[in-house]
C-alpha cells in the first residue's frame, strides 16, 4: 500500500461520532493534509461560507 500525499489540502470532516472523528484526523494529518473535524452539518455550514477547503469528508447519517 501506498503512501497518499495530502500535503496543502484543506479537508474539512463532519461527523457526530467523537471516535471515528478522531481516527479520520489522525489519518487525514498523518498523510498531511490540514483537517477540521466538526460535529454537526450545521457548523460545517458555517465553517464552508468562512474559508475555502479542498474536500469534505461526511457521515451520512447525521441528526441536523
Do not use: H, K, W, Y
Not at 9 to 21: G, K, L, Q, Y
Not at 37 to 48: D, F, K, N, Y
Amino acid at each position: 500500500l501506498s503512501q497518499v500525499d495530502l500535503s496543502g489540502t484543506r479537508i474539512i470532516t463532519v461527523e457526530d461520532n467523537e471516535d471515528i472523528s478522531t481516527l479520520l484526523t489522525i489519518i487525514l494529518e498523518a498523510a498531511g493534509a490540514e483537517v477540521f473535524g466538526v460535529a454537526s452539518a450545521r457548523r460545517a455550514l458555517e465553517l464552508l461560507g468562512e474559508t475555502s477547503f479542498t474536500a469534505l469528508v461526511s457521515d451520512i447519517g447525521m441528526p441536523d
